[in-house]
């Protein structure tokens, strides 16, 4: 067994701002040479979609889930201060001026430091979200995966 | 002291996504031999409301309250996705679709696998609910409880 | 190494309820002998904010954002049940009536029980919030900060 300790994080929200949370302390765990997990599911899914159209075929249903998420974290609204859309860009402003990563970097960054990214089959399912929609470089587990990891966690966060 | 690993979940979402991510998760560790604790707080106490309309005596806050709130998880909400109210509608029936409980059979499974379904009192002062609202075979208690439960948790979790 | 067991909760709601659920998390853990840290972050910044107009040098952005965030506790909406913003006046009354804390008083408690309150100044630079707007009696760190108390946390939380 690893002598390193373990951080896992569920990521449920599929809000800029509590993803950008979510990335952040993963990458903090990982640079103190924690093994991080990040689950994704349900919203938080989108995280993990490709920028492109693609049309797998779906029902009705779920072209209209898939038409209504967000393909990737760089177009999630914010969990708070909207501004009637505007949030977003502001926040990414502010971001740029003080040098922040956006989380597309931040998510670039956590592949480089052997993050596991893992997407939730059950959710994708639900939510009719196919692999081919997804990044390549990820992983898929049930809840089953999940317990595995998080059970020896030091640090087990839903976010 | 049992050798068993412990999941403990603070449940104050009273959102049917997040309650199903919840009774998910805590079902999944049940079925890993975890004791599992849901420590229903605020709106997540929803969950454990009867679908009965009920008369207890009450303040006029505590009927405005009363009427507010969703009785029991299948009246309530998404966080995300509401469709002008079709969200809930949608999410279900997809759900059927795939065969995913929903999340009164998660509750009930969890009954059934004992997990201890417990209701913060402390909030249920406040809004003014009463335990003849609640479904019958639940345990009761306040941050006191949690803490005890907590500080040996494995998973800890904030829902 | 103390033998104290530690909570660690990462506030990065800033809702009412949710800032209300932290400090009596927060303050049960501490009056178990537990040394607790609040790691307040992005909109969970706002609870330790003083209530007074302060006008610091600042960006056209960052006035926004001070504008449009809630300078305390006490100023905050919920996560649920605004009722046409009525929510958080309601919810301070029913707490009135059962002699509940309201939130200030939590957080005056939790400086009564040496609780650690910590502001993340990532978010700080990010939202434009300045050390002069917020309460004296605080310390100030990062995600290392947290990633050092969260590892040897036996509760840690999301909120």
């Not at 931040?106 to 081919?132: F, N, R, S, Y």
Request: with cysteine; proline share 3%.
């Amino acid at each position: 067994m690893s002598e390193r300790k373990k951080t896992n994080i569920i990521l449920f929200s599929g809000d800029y701002d509590k993803v950008m949370a979510a990335y952040i302390i993963a990458n903090g765990a990982a640079a103190y040479d924690h093994d991080v997990t990040i689950f994704h599911t349900f919203w938080g899914l989108n995280t993990l979609r490709k920028d492109e159209k693609l049309q797998p075929k779906k029902s009705f249903m779920e072209k209209m889930f898939a038409k209504m998420m967000p393909r990737g974290a760089e177009n999630m609204p914010l969990s708070k201060m909207q501004f009637l859309g505007m949030g977003p860009k502001m926040i990414k402003k502010v971001m740029k001026k003080h040098n922040a990563m956006p989380v597309s970097d931040l998510v670039d960054l956590a592949k480089e430091q052997d993050i596991k990214l893992l997407a939730c089959t059950m959710t994708m399912d639900l939510l009719g979200l196919k692999k081919e929609e997804l990044m390549d470089d990820i992983e898929y587990g049930g809840v089953a995966a999940y317990i595995a990891d998080g059970e020896d966690g030091a640090i087990n966060l839903f976010i």
